[in-house]
């Protein structure tokens, strides 16, 4: 049998969750192509290693990774485990399929996207998501990437959009039961401070401010989380990829080449990991954990092998020491708090 993981309040609500989960947006095929034969082994090895905790979005992808999610859990008992999914995007017919491609997507299917935060669009989004993923229900939807640098001239509009419409939507599924809390999608620490205050939330999906490299916004916005209640989900625990591969030429930071600063400062991590003899992916995966706010965390995997080094690193045994010399050398907040 797995290791059980331990389970941490969402929020004010009674709803629950594992501290590791899994994050499908890799099934959408950012970086690389991924086979249908290896997306099912990930999600099944997910599953033979306890994972419980399922994230995705209409985003990743275009549908592609919901298809996938749903497809790799459709038959596993649903009282078993729990499923998160996005609204803010509805997907679409292309204007020219013959010549549609995505900018974003490596792969994905072919599909176009727009932002809609109305009342309408959540609903349309939160049906066109179960009709994807197989399944009738939902545990808990997320606000996605309502930031201004996804959303340029338009941000303004859209967060009154979601103001005094979309929240509507969310808070009417959460009443009816459809849904047992309500998130929104962070990526920047100025959005952790002044989009997710907008409406009442029970967490935060935060995919980059807060990690292993960076806590710039310890005592902004994830204190504010505390203060209000706020439970955080970490999304991208290895910071896009740099805190799992380690420096070097190829590593990945905040979904782009890391630059020299941030390979230097992980340097000096790799430094203290071979001191304590500590592997980078676990510090990194049982540090944000340490925060009071944080609930749960749900790193990527393409392949079964990923699934089971990140289960493997969420269990390692990591000294005290190994924490206090982090700080002593100034790698991360002396204030942050630590396992």
């Known amino acids: 049998m797995p290791k059980e993981f331990e389970r941490r309040r969402v929020g004010q609500t009674a709803m629950t969750v594992p501290t590791f989960g899994y994050g499908a947006a890799h099934l959408g095929e950012l970086y690389s192509l991924v086979t249908e034969a290896d997306a099912s082994a990930t999600i099944d090895a997910a599953w033979d290693a306890g994972v419980r905790l399922f994230d995705t979005a209409p985003w990743y992808g275009l549908g592609l990774s919901e298809h996938r999610l749903g497809y790799g859990l459709r038959h596993r008992p649903r009282n078993e485990y729990q499923l998160v999914t996005k609204v803010g995007r509805i997907l679409e017919r292309p204007f020219d399929p013959s010549t549609f491609k995505s900018e974003m997507w490596l792969g994905g299917l072919p599909f176009q996207h727009r932002y809609d935060y109305t009342y ?51 808070e009417e599924l959460k009443r009816r039961g459809e849904i047992k809390a309500i998130g929104m999608g962070i990526n920047t620490a100025d959005a952790l401070e002044t989009v997710a205050p907008l409406v009442d939330l029970d967490f935060v999906l935060v995919a980059m401010p807060y990690t292993l490299i960076d806590q710039g916004c310890l005592h902004t916005g994830m204190a504010e989380c ?57 510090a990194a ?48 907040d002396k204030d942050a708090p630590t396992p």
């Open 120 to 170: 309408d669009g959540v609903m349309r989004s939160y049906e066109q998501s179960m009709m994807r993923l197989g399944l009738n229900t939902i545990d808990a939807l997320v606000i996605h990437d309502l930031d201004a640098a996804y959303q340029g001239p338009d941000f303004g509009y859209r967060k009154k959009d979601l103001v005094y419409s979309g929240i509507k939507a969310l």
């Open 226 to 282: 505390v203060k209000r209640k706020v439970s955080v989900v970490i999304g991208s625990p290895f910071a896009s990829g740099i805190l799992v591969t380690g420096s070097g030429g190829s590593a990945n930071y905040n979904y782009s080449k890391a630059p020299e600063a941030v390979q230097a400062k992980v340097r000096g991590i790799e430094a203290v990991c071979k001191a304590h003899g500590v592997a980078l992916p676990a």
């Open 285 to 332: 995966l049982q540090f944000v954990l340490a925060h009071p706010a944080v609930v749960s965390e749900i790193p990527g995997a393409v392949k079964p092998s990923e699934i089971v080094e990140n289960v493997a690193s969420h269990h390692a045994p990591i000294p005290a020491g190994f924490w206090s010399d982090l700080k002593t050398e100034g790698l991360i």
